[in-house]
């Protein structure tokens, strides 16, 4: 599929939804935590691949003196997020950027906390912590979350689907011998449990579709990508006991 029209159906898919990935409010603050980081500090955070902001906004009321820079290739994800920010009362804190997760126009050791979920595996893991690792300040934290394999050998058609779609899913310990290896230390790790796919991601997402359908009727592609979504979450549930999200969170050396 023509990859402009791919993102196109993708962003009208999600758009109305709360998040655009696995996930949740507690799972954020759980990794907050981990951060260890003086919550009522004033903090200059990141957001990085925000989407509508599920976690900017969870930040957002949970760090009350910091300020937040929200990114996203996508504008109407920032246009979402900018009227919930307003709504919540806490659109003086937080700021929309449009652009690319791996040209940041960010100056270095900026940051105090750098946070993104679901969203790194756009780049690939190893080169999103080495990219992102200049512009947080000495002793600053990086959260983020990435799909993982629960346990080595997985069964074969889940082993091939992800091989295929993302190489870089890997175990926990393989995931933290990589942040190691690019200069962070660990401060906490979580895994993400199925109601974070289901009840907030899947069946969100499986909602929407006949209004989506039938916003473009007649549109071949947009069939494919119904069925894309549908195949990816019969295979979650099939096999969530061999995948999820890691959560890590990392204190840069
Ligand atoms: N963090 C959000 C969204 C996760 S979905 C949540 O948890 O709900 C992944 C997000 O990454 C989407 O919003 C998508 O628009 C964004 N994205 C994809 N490629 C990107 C890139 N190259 N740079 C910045 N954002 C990107």
Redesign the pocket.
């Known amino acids: 599929m023509n990859e402009e029209l791919l993102?196109s159906l993708?962003?009208d898919l999600?758009l109305e939804?709360?998040?655009?990935?696995?996930?949740s409010s507690e799972e954020t603050l759980r990794a907050l935590a981990h951060s260890r980081l003086d919550t009522s500090s004033s903090l200059e955070v990141a957001?990085?691949?925000?989407?509508?902001?599920?976690?900017?906004l969870v930040l957002a009321r949970n760090l009350p003196n910091s300020q937040i820079t929200a990114?996203?290739?996508?504008p109407a994800?920032l246009d979402v997020l900018a009227r919930r920010a307003e709504k919540d009362g806490v659109s003086n804190r937080i700021k929309g950027i449009e652009?690319?997760?791996?040209c940041l126009p960010f100056t270095e050791e900026s940051f105090d906390l750098i946070w993104?979920?679901?969203?790194i595996?756009?780049?690939g893991f190893k080169k999103g912590i080495e990219l992102w690792k200049p512009f947080l300040k000495i002793g600053g934290v990086l959260a983020v979350?990435e799909i993982m394999w629960l346990h080595p050998n997985p069964p074969t058609e889940i082993r091939e689907h992800w091989e295929a779609e993302y190489p870089e899913i890997a175990t926990a310990p393989e995931k933290i011998k990589s942040l190691e290896a690019a200069g962070y230390d660990l401060l906490g790790y979580s895994v993400l449990p199925p109601s974070n796919w289901i009840t907030n991601y899947y069946a969100p997402t499986e909602s929407r579709i006949p209004k989506f359908s039938a916003r473009h009727v007649g549109v071949q592609e947009v069939e494919e990508l119904i069925a894309m979504e549908r195949q990816e979450a019969k295979l979650y549930e099939q096999y969530q006991n061999w995948f999820s999200y890691g959560f890590y969170v990392v204190v840069k050396r």
């Open positions: 993102f993708m962003v999600h939804g709360e998040r655009q990935g696995p996930g957001d990085i691949g925000c989407g509508t902001g599920a976690s900017t990114v996203d290739l996508f994800f652009g690319s997760m791996d993104s979920e679901g969203a595996y756009n780049i979350s």
